[in-house]
C-alpha cells in the first residue's frame, strides 16, 4: 500500500455508451454513488480491512465450487462415498474442484476468524456497529454450520464419525437437545437420512440465510463507513493534517482485488500441491480408528471435552462443558451491548477476554494435535 | 361509557371484529401451513428393533484375547474373547458421545478412539470421559454360534 493515489481518477462514464444506455434507462451512475463517496482511512492497521473482504471472496468460490460439485454428486449413504470418488479420479480436473472446496472452506473459516478477532482488538465492534458484530457472529456460526454438514457429504469414516460426536453433543443440551438430535439425524442414529438432511442444510438453506445476512452485513458496513482504531483516531484528532483517506472505489477495491488474487494463488497452490483426501467409506459396524480427529476449528472443543472428567458432582462433565462452551458464545455475540462506551474502562477488559479467548483457542488446537 | 361510545360511533368497533377475524384467519391459515411443516421435519420412527438375541460369531472365529463387532439390530456390539478364551458381549455404543469402540489386545480394555475413553471387559466405564458403563449382554454357546442376547428387564 504505498503511497496510494488520494484521488479517484474517475472515469469519464459516457464514454461508454453501455453505461450511458443503461444510465439513461434506471440512473445507473446514481446507484454507483454511494460506492464513488464511499472512503477508507489509511493509516498502518488498514491491512486488517481487506480480511471480511478475503473471507467474502473465498464463499464466492465456495458457491462455485460448490454448483460444481452437484454436477455429480449424489446424496445418498450408498452413492455419496461412491460418487465423490468419480469425481476424484474420473471426472477431468474433478479432484482440483474437490480440492479447491476444502481447502477454500478451511481458509475462510480462518480468515472469519481472523476477521473476528481484528474487529475486536481494534474496536470496531463498538456502538453504533453492534448490528454488523451481530450479523458477522451469526455468519461466523453458519460457517461452521456450512463445515460441519459439508463434511458428512463424502460419507467417509472420519466424517461418519465427526457426525456422530456433534449431533450427540447437540443432544446433550437440556430439553432440546433430544429433538434436535432426532432432528438433525433424521432419526435416532446416523444414517443415510441424516446426510440426506446435511446436503440439504448445506445446499439449500445455508447458502440462502447466508447470502442474506452477508447482504445486511455489507449494507451495514457501506451505511457506517469504516471504523478507525482508537489509538490512529486519538492521533488524528491530535493532529488532523494528518488524516488520510483513500476512495473506495477504485481504490481500495483494486487493493483488494490483490488480496483476492494471491488468496486465489495460495488456494491453487494448496488445492494442486495437497489434494484433498478422501478416506474409506463409512461403515457403521467397524470401530471408530485410532487416532481420530475433528477438523481443526472444532479441535480446541473437542480438546476441552476431553480433559473435563466424566463427573463433576453430580453433573456429566461432558454437559458442563457443552453449556460452558454455549455461555461463552451467547456473551461474544452479545459483547457490542456488554461491552459500554467504546473508550470505557470495560473495553480493557474485554481485551483481555479477546487475547485470553485466542490464547485459549491456540493452545488447546495445539496440545489437541500433539495429544495422543 | 364505552357503552355510550359504541352508540356514538358504531364504526370501530365494526373495524375491530374485522380485524380480529382477519387476523384470525390469516394466523389459521399461517399455522395450517406451519403445522404440517414442522410435522414433516420430525422423521418416522425406525421399525427396526432387530430382536432381543443375535448370532455374534461362529465358535473359532475369535482368537483367545481379541474382539469384534456384530450388529445388534441399527447398533454395534461388541464381543470379545478374553485371554482365559471366556466371551463377553457389551454394546459398542460409547456413553460418552456415541463412537463406536474397540477391544484393543495389548491393554485388555475396550477402548473408544474419540475421546481416549476405557471400559473394563464387564463394560464398566473405568477411564477417561465416558460417564456411564456399556450395556452388558449374556453370551451363549449354541452349538457352532456364538449367540447374544440382551439381559432381561436390565
Known amino acids: ?372 | 361509557m364505552d357503552h355510550a361510545e359504541i352508540v356514538t360511533r358504531p364504526e370501530p368497533a365494526r373495524r375491530r371484529l374485522m380485524q380480529v377475524l382477519l387476523g384470525g384467519g390469516l394466523l389459521a391459515s399461517a399455522v395450517a401451513f406451519l403445522y404440517p411443516v414442522l410435522r414433516y421435519l420430525v422423521p418416522p420412527a425406525a421399525t427396526d428393533l432387530g430382536g432381543d438375541s443375535v448370532v455374534a460369531a461362529k465358535v473359532g472365529d475369535l482368537k483367545a484375547n481379541s474382539g469384534k463387532i456384530f450388529r445388534f439390530g441399527s447398533r454395534p456390539g461388541l464381543l470379545v474373547r478374553t485371554a482365559d478364551g471366556e466371551y463377553r458381549a457389551m454394546s459398542a455404543v460409547c456413553t460418552h458421545l456415541n463412537c463406536t469402540v474397540q477391544y484393543r489386545s495389548d491393554v485388555r480394555e475396550v477402548w473408544c478412539a474419540c475421546h481416549n475413553g476405557f471400559y473394563d471387559l464387564n463394560g464398566r466405564n473405568v477411564a477417561g470421559p465416558p460417564p456411564r458403563p456399556l450395556d452388558a449382554y449374556d453370551v451363549h454357546i449354541n452349538g457352532d454360534d456364538v449367540v447374544v442376547s440382551r439381559r432381561r428387564g436390565a
Open chain 1, 1 to 372: 500500500m504505498a503511497s496510494p493515489p488520494e484521488a479517484a481518477p474517475r472515469t469519464s462514464a459516457h464514454s461508454n455508451r453501455l453505461v450511458a444506455w443503461l444510465d439513461e434507462r434506471f440512473g445507473w451512475e446514481d446507484l454507483l454513488a454511494p460506492l464513488r463517496h464511499k472512503t477508507v482511512p489509511v493509516h498502518k492497521l488498514s491491512y486488517w480491512y481487506f480480511l471480511g473482504g478475503i473471507t467474502l471472496f473465498l464463499f464466492v468460490i465456495q458457491v462455485l465450487t460448490g454448483i460444481l460439485l452437484l454436477l455429480y454428486y449424489r446424496a445418498s449413504a450408498n452413492e455419496a462415498f461412491e460418487s465423490v470418488q468419480y469425481i476424484m479420479t474420473q471426472v477431468q480436473f474433478g479432484w482440483l474442484v474437490r480440492s479447491i472446496h476444502s481447502w477454500s472452506a478451511n481458509l475462510m473459516i480462518f480468515t472469519a476468524f481472523a476477521h473476528m478477532f481484528s474487529v475486536l482488538f481494534l474496536r470496531a465492534y463498538t456502538k453504533p456497529r453492534e448490528l454488523t458484530w451481530l450479523t458477522g457472529m451469526v455468519l461466523l456460526f453458519l460457517a461452521l454450520g456450512f463445515g460441519f454438514s459439508g463434511y458428512l457429504l463424502p460419507w467417509n469414516t472420519l466424517a461418519f464419525f465427526a457426525t456422530k460426536v456433534g449431533t450427540e453433543i447437540t443432544g446433550q443440551v437440556p430439553l432440546i437437545g433430544k429433538p434436535l438430535l432426532i432432528f438433525l439425524r433424521g432419526g435416532e442414529e446416523v444414517t443415510g437420512a441424516t446426510l440426506t438432511r446435511f446436503f440439504g442444510f448445506h445446499v439449500a438453506l445455508l447458502p440462502g440465510i447466508t447470502t442474506l445476512l452477508i447482504a445486511v452485513h455489507i449494507l451495514l458496513i457501506q451505511r457506517l463507513g469504516m471504523s478507525v482504531p482508537p489509538s490512529q483516531e486519538a492521533a488524528w484528532k491530535a493532529l488532523p493534517p494528518d488524516k488520510r483517506e483513500m476512495p473506495f472505489f477504485p481504490n481500495f477495491f483494486a487493493h483488494e482485488l490483490m488480496a483476492w488474487y494471491i488468496a486465489l494463488g495460495v488456494l491453487g497452490a494448496l488445492a494442486a500441491l495437497a489434494p484433498w483426501e478422501l478416506g474409506s467409506k463409512a461403515d457403521p459396524f467397524v470401530p471408530a480408528p485410532a487416532g481420530i480427529k475433528p477438523e481443526w476449528y472444532f479441535m480446541f472443543m473437542f480438546q476441552t471435552l476431553k480433559l473435563i472428567p466424566a463427573k463433576l458432582g453430580p453433573i456429566d462433565g461432558e454437559l458442563v462443558g457443552i453449556l460452558g462452551f454455549g455461555l461463552v458464545g451467547l456473551v461474544w455475540v452479545l459483547l457490542p451491548f456488554l461491552g459500554g462506551d467504546r473508550y470505557g474502562r470495560r473495553q480493557v477488559f474485554i481485551r483481555g477476554l479477546g487475547v485470553f479467548a485466542l490464547a485459549y483457542m491456540l493452545s488447546m488446537t495445539v496440545y489437541g494435535y500433539l495429544a495422543k
